[in-house]
């Protein structure tokens, strides 16, 4: 019983991700952001976390550091250790530099750990709400955790390296 609620929950999850994807007609891929967290917390109704971030541009080859955080409000429950999250960036223009990513992003997300765990972001914002983080992306980690709810992911630029 315990485990269908825990698979309708992720369930909803992906469900919300999905409908809440904007119109693609006008972006192309720019890179891929990789971020590594903390060992994080669940405080049944949210959490946050520090991360520090790498984006790797595609053409010409560069790499930007960028430190973040990241909130959760909603469901959150258990323990996770440092984990990595990773987008395919989107974009609507080919101006790349050292802040292209700096601002705010909001969507949705959903997590499950049980030793390994997965988990799916959908966030949209960044600069004049310009830069969309890949549906869907990956995140690793290992723990005990339940979480789903929605997401904050503030960037702030750090150099390039």
Do not use: H
Request: glycine share 14%; charged share 15%.
């Amino acid at each position: 019983m315990r485990m269908t609620r825990i698979v309708a929950v992720i369930g909803v999850s992906v469900l919300l991700c999905t409908f809440t994807l904007p119109a693609r007609a006008e972006t192309f891929r720019v890179g891929r952001l990789l971020c590594f967290s903390n060992p994080r917390v669940g405080l049944v109704l949210g959490s946050a976390q520090t991360l520090r971030c790498v984006f790797y541009t595609g053409n010409p080859p560069r790499q930007y550091i960028y430190e973040g955080r990241i909130r959760r409000i909603g469901l959150d429950i258990g323990v996770t250790s440092a984990g990595t999250l990773s987008w395919a960036v989107l974009s609507k223009n080919s101006r790349i530099g050292p802040a292209t990513l700096r601002g705010n992003y909001v969507g949705a997300s959903g997590n499950f750990a049980l030793g390994p765990g997965l988990g799916a972001n959908v966030l949209i914002g960044g600069s004049r709400r310009s830069v969309m983080l890949q549906p869907l992306s990956i995140e690793r980690s290992i723990g005990l955790n339940l979480a789903a709810g929605v997401t904050n992911l503030s960037l702030g630029p750090r150099g390039r390296r």
